[in-house]
């Protein structure tokens, strides 16, 4: 049972300094503000990050388990559920997922998709704020920010894996010509899930080819790799009752990925074919984040830049 209501007058948020009156009744360790502040609060910050590694629960509040970052301005809310278009869908913002009322210490959340939600706000400092789902007993963490200082790149960098899985599939569309001859020259298409990990296929069928028309000829298990290097990722993908293909990872845009054949010293790029919109898209309700973190690969980078 959470032993504090509401904590927002001790937070030190600007806001909150400028009310002109605001109500507050202590009673058995409770502190209860007004509907006007809670809302005062939540629309402190542009948008809230969701730190899903710091959850705390078995449960799961669909729209926030997964969205990298929610906002709420006048009434309605606003959630980043993609990494394509970070930083630019929105004004920064994301896109308008549903509506919400404050009571005391109280936000309900009336979700496109996942319907009505009652969550009590808690204050955990002067930039982060707890919503607690009473039914499941879930707390979720959300640090606040400003557009101008969110490092909208950053989460992009962390969250590479989720961008591998918003295309429907990844189309070669450049291998450069210094490079050993490898298997890897021949698969022109990749697709990634979430599945058991991290899940992909590859098809071998000719450029261009119709995405309802790829037949996909190879699969197995992936893997997103952190390095030393905080600005290099490794891929490797590990093909079902085949050897493994190991590459740097890079990213040019939020549709081309630049993969490095390290063995053959290949480079290929792919773009992105099919753009899921999570909440957009017809029966593309989205991914889930989960708790994790990448792997460290104790490598140094071999792609001459």
Sequence with gaps: MKSK?????????????????????????????S???????????DLWYVDIDATDGNGEVPFLQRAF????????????????GIGKTGG??????????????VVEIDHDI???????????NNSTIELYDPR?????????????????????YENINYFLQEYDAWEKTFTSEVGALNEFDDENYLQF??????YFRSSIDNI?????????????????????????????????????????????DDSTIELYHVASETVYEFGGRGFLQFLKSENKVGKKRVKSSNKKMNVTRKRKM
């Design 208 to 252: 261009g080819t119709p995405l309802a028309n790829l037949q996909w000829d190879y699969e197995g298990d992936y893997e997103v790799f952190d390095t030393n290097d905080e600005t290099l990722k490794t891929l490797t993908l590990d093909y079902d009752f085949l050897d493994n293909d190991y590459f740097e990872l890079y990213v040019i």
């Design 35 to 45: 509907p006007i502040n809670t809302d005062r609060v939540l629309q402190s910050y």
């Design 136 to 156: 499941s007993r879930t707390s979720y963490f959300l640090n606040g920010y400003r557009r101008s200082n969110f490092d909208y790149d950053r989460v992009f």
């Design 92 to 105: 920064g913002l994301g896109i308008d997922v549903g509506v919400y009322s404050t009571l005391s210490g």
């Design 5 to 33: 209501k509401l904590l927002f007058g001790l937070l030190g948020i600007a806001i909150l300094a400028s009310s002109c009156y605001t109500e507050v009744i202590v009673e058995d360790d409770f502190i209860v503000e």
């Design 69 to 84: 970052t929610i906002s709420f301005e006048n009434g309605v809310v606003l959630a980043n559920n993609n990494i394509v």
């Design 193 to 198: 899930f979430s599945d058991n990990g991290g």
């Design 114 to 124: 996942d319907g009505l939600w009652s969550l009590d706000v808690f204050a955990v």
